[in-house]
């Protein structure tokens, strides 16, 4: 990947709708130049799908939290199972430290936070940060240019 990949990943990040010839226009490419890079990319896996980003709901009874949970390896597979299957489940992590999994949530109110929590507690200890605002969304990653 040279710059000009990295400008188009950008301009696409920031608008995956953004027209061809708008973006050679950005990148000073041709249509066609800017169209072939795309397609290489998407060939070779660095632009992986396109997608739309709803924005939420505002509500004042919806809860957003970040759960941890901390589970032993061997229950992994059931976790995962159990995520897949809850439609308040937006983004699960896996990481490093005290806890082994992340897990953002998107809950109707708190009833339903409390009630996912405790299917979490079944398999190990969790914590929960209950998300009240959010200052900064960089959903796709910045490309250093």
């Not at 070779?44 to 949970?69: E, F, H, M, W």
């Not at 390896?73 to 995962?80: A, I, K, N």
């Not at 937006?90 to 897990?103: A, D, K, P």
Request: aromatic share 4%.
């Amino acid at each position: 990947m040279d710059t000009i990949d990295k400008q188009i990943l950008s301009l696409l990040a920031e608008n995956a709708r953004m027209p061809v010839k708008e973006i050679a226009d950005r990148v000073a490419l041709t249509s066609p130049a800017v169209s072939g890079r795309i397609r290489r990319m998407e060939q070779d896996g660095i632009i992986d799908g396109y997608t739309v980003v709803l924005r939420p709901q505002s509500s004042k009874t919806q809860v957003n939290a970040l759960v941890s949970l901390s589970l032993h390896p061997s229950d992994r597979p059931l976790f995962l199972d159990m995520i897949g299957q809850m439609p308040q489940v937006r983004q699960c992590y896996h990481v490093t430290g005290s806890h082994s999994f992340i897990v953002k949530v998107c809950c109707q109110d708190m009833d339903q936070l409390e009630h996912l929590i405790n299917r979490f507690q079944k398999l190990g200890q969790t914590s929960t940060q209950i998300i009240l605002s959010t200052l900064l969304d960089r959903r796709a990653p910045q490309w250093e240019l």
